[in-house]
């Protein structure tokens, strides 16, 4: 399921800052009296009644196009072309303001679907906030950003706004090709598809949409999104790339599996370590493909070394498989159809529970867990409760007194039995009386 965006906008000091510090929950963005002060965008996710949502926080519209002005309002454009929902935030204090219609006529030509807040309204009894119907642009929602008054009750218009979510086909299996910028993603999808359906330049960041393209290998359907490089978070710029950076994100959220390419000329960076853990920590089936091996000299730091050395730099990564391979020359690029099926076949792989219960109680043999000081630690069994990723729930009299390390101890001896390669697994305790 992608996770929308919710663009805050509106004419300059009408407390769009203070609005997005009320829903994210912290001071994230800086708030000042001075008009103007959100120059850059800010962006958090947010959640409300199990519904996630990215947040974004805008400058004020303003007067005119000339300097500075003219980079916020080329955000601005940017937020609402790209927002699925738009907080439309105006000063119920000062009242109707020419500003706000300026930003009204922005949003209509827009098209996108949008909710007139009236901030400032500390006490919606007493305080007239009717004149914003004369923009007409729907009923506004009094709210306080300062004392969070009525905050919730626009969270629920906000979530209820959203439209449910259409699932993919049953057959088809999303696969998010991601990395850091100019690693050869587009050329790889490209190579694999054996068309230029999409755009390659030696410049770092062509690719800026996430792009959808179906492919059937072997009666098996595919659907490759190509995202927008992810960069370390303090390097995404301002404008477009603010933008790539989030959709790529999305595209994870999106996937069943990430194919991680690793620039060979370059070795794996701390970025992309920081990638593969955003994949699997969201549940995603992961593969890293090594591109440009063509111009990698062959001698000691042979294929095998290079894996095992980048193994020991994230634990979870020796679960992960590699294939080395090469966008330009086509070497090994088909093969990742192969591995994308076995990598699926891990991910939605069921163990009977007897398999489970011996494989537990084989562990058990070998190490009992850790006893808590006066407190007895059993653990009676186990079972695997979900797929796709796949889950196994162990039970016992305390699951609250298991050590970590114990926990990891179970996974890896879980690993180890019934593989699961590519996909994560989680290992769950539960207390046997519920």
Same mark, same amino acid.
Not at 11 to 29: C, D, M
Not at 127 to 141: K, S, T, V
Not at 198 to 218: C, K, M, N, Q, Y
């Given at each position: ?30 708030? +000042? ?53 738009? =907080? ?44 914003? !119907? ?19 009750? =626009? ?7 959203? +439209? ?78 603010? !933008? ?134 059993? =653990?009676? !069994? ?40 590519? +996909? ?11």
């Amino acid at each position: 399921m992608s996770t929308p965006v919710v663009a805050i906008v509106g004419r300059p000091n009408v407390g769009k800052s203070s609005l997005f510090n009320r829903i994210v929950g912290e001071q994230a963005a800086i708030v +000042s009296d001075e008009a103007g002060t959100t120059r850059d965008r800010h962006f958090a996710r947010a959640e409300w009644n199990g519904r996630a949502f990215w947040l974004v926080d805008t400058g004020g519209l303003p007067e005119d196009s000339e300097g500075m002005n003219a980079a916020i309002r080329r955000q601005i454009d940017q937020a609402v072309a790209e927002a699925d929902l738009l =907080l439309f935030v105006t000063d119920a204090s000062v009242g109707l303001h020419h500003g706000d219609e300026r930003v009204a006529e922005l949003l209509r030509k827009s098209g996108r679907p949008w909710l007139l807040v009236a901030n400032k309204v500390d006490d919606p009894a007493k305080q007239d906030y009717f004149d914003f !119907y004369r923009l007409g642009a729907g009923e506004p929602l009094p709210v306080s950003a300062q004392n969070g008054r009525q905050s919730g009750d =626009l969270l629920d218009a906000i979530t209820n706004a959203f +439209s449910p979510s259409e699932s993919e086909p049953d057959d088809a299996l999303r696969v998010a090709v991601v990395g850091r910028p100019n690693v050869g993603k587009s050329s790889f999808v490209n190579t694999l598809l054996g068309q230029e359906r999409l755009v390659v330049s030696e410049t770092a960041g062509t690719t800026r949409d996430a792009i959808d393209t179906p492919l059937t290998f072997h009666g098996r359907s595919f659907i490759f999104v190509d995202t927008a490089g992810l960069r370390r978070q303090a390097k995404v710029e301002d404008g477009v790339e603010f !933008y790539s950076t989030l959709r790529a994100r999305r595209a994870v959220e999106r996937s069943d599996v990430c194919v991680l390419l690793v620039d060979a000329t370059e070795g794996l960076h701390n970025q992309d370590l920081k990638i593969a853990t955003l994949a699997w920590e969201a549940g995603r089936s992961l593969i890293v493909v090594v591109n440009k091996w063509d111009l990698v000299e062959k001698g000691d730091k042979t294929s095998a070394v290079l894996e095992k050395e980048w193994r020991t730099k994230a634990p979870f990564l020796q679960w992960v498989p590699f294939l080395f391979a090469s966008a330009l020359t086509g070497q090994r690029v088909q093969r990742v159809l192969e591995l994308l099926r076995q990598v699926e076949a891990e991910r939605r792989k069921r163990i009977a529970t007897h398999d489970v219960n011996d494989t537990l109680q084989a562990l058990l043999a070998r190490r009992q867990p850790p006893q808590a000081p006066g407190r007895e630690v059993k =653990l009676s !069994y186990a079972t695997q409760v979900e797929t796709a990723p796949p889950i196994i729930t162990v039970f016992g009299n305390n699951p609250d007194l298991v050590a970590e390390h114990y926990i990891r101890y179970l996974h890896n001896g879980f690993r180890e039995a019934h593989g699961f390669i590519g +996909s994560p697994l989680r290992v769950v305790m539960r207390s046997k009386r519920n």
